[in-house]
């Protein structure tokens, strides 16, 4: 059997080698480290942007929705109120049915009057109610938690987004009932669903607002 003598190894190029398997193992973890978080931060603000995205045009169709039905209690009121009588017909004065055509256009549609006196007239015509069917979407935001993205938003922003989201759902699910109840020509159960809207939409608009205000620290 060889034997060999400790003084002949060289423990330099030994502990040098060893240091430099070291320093290499731990720079390929740092190195795979930062490429994980690099590509979470990078799909982190692709979801962010997408989100912000879907908030604006639910503001805006949200907007557009309100303006068209918080008209409708307030048409069928003064309907009832200023022209509406017991046999079927209105009566008006012509100005006031002017004023009531300028304001709520395509309610009430004409189709035939009778002079009564010089200034007030009897009119048949049809009343049509126009509800605003809005889509709020969500896709963005369902999309970036079945990714698990959204888990890396941390937790008030996570909470603010679910807060809004469900909201959102319950405005959606509100809009849903008014088309039914003007489907099946349930007026007072219309008006009632549209004034609850009107509540959400004020804080869904709060929330929207919001959320775009600070989205950018989500990231």
């Not at 070291?22 to 978080?37: C, H, P």
């Not at 949200?62 to 009121?77: M, Y």
């Amino acid at each position: 059997m060889r034997l060999f003598k400790s003084n002949l190894l060289n423990w330099k190029y030994i502990l040098g080698e060893i240091l430099l398997i070291f320093f290499g193992i731990s720079l390929a973890i740092w190195f795979n480290n930062w490429n994980e978080d690099s590509k979470i931060n990078t799909n982190k603000k692709i979801a962010l942007d997408k989100i912000e995205d879907e908030i604006q045009n639910n503001l805006g169709e949200l907007r557009a929705a309100r303006e068209v039905n918080t008209k409708i209690p307030k048409a069928i009121a003064n309907y009832k109120e200023f022209v509406l009588k017991g046999d079927g017909y209105a009566v008006s004065e012509i100005s006031k049915m002017q004023d009531f055509q300028k304001e709520y256009p395509g309610f009430f549609q004409i189709k035939d009057s009778v002079r009564i006196n010089d200034t007030v007239y009897r009119y048949l015509g049809d009343t049509k109610i126009n509800i605003e069917l809005t889509e709020l979407s969500e896709i963005a935001w369902e999309t970036s938690r079945h990714m698990g993205i959204a888990n890396e938003f941390g937790y008030e922003c996570l909470y603010e987004l679910e807060n809004m989201y469900n909201i959102q759902r319950l405005v959606q699910n509100e809009i849903n009932k008014a088309a039914e109840a003007l489907q099946n020509q349930e007026i007072d159960r219309l008006i009632r669903i549209l004034g609850f809207i009107s509540q959400l939409d004020e804080q869904l608009e709060s929330d929207y607002n919001s959320m775009l205000g600070h989205i950018t620290d989500c990231l």
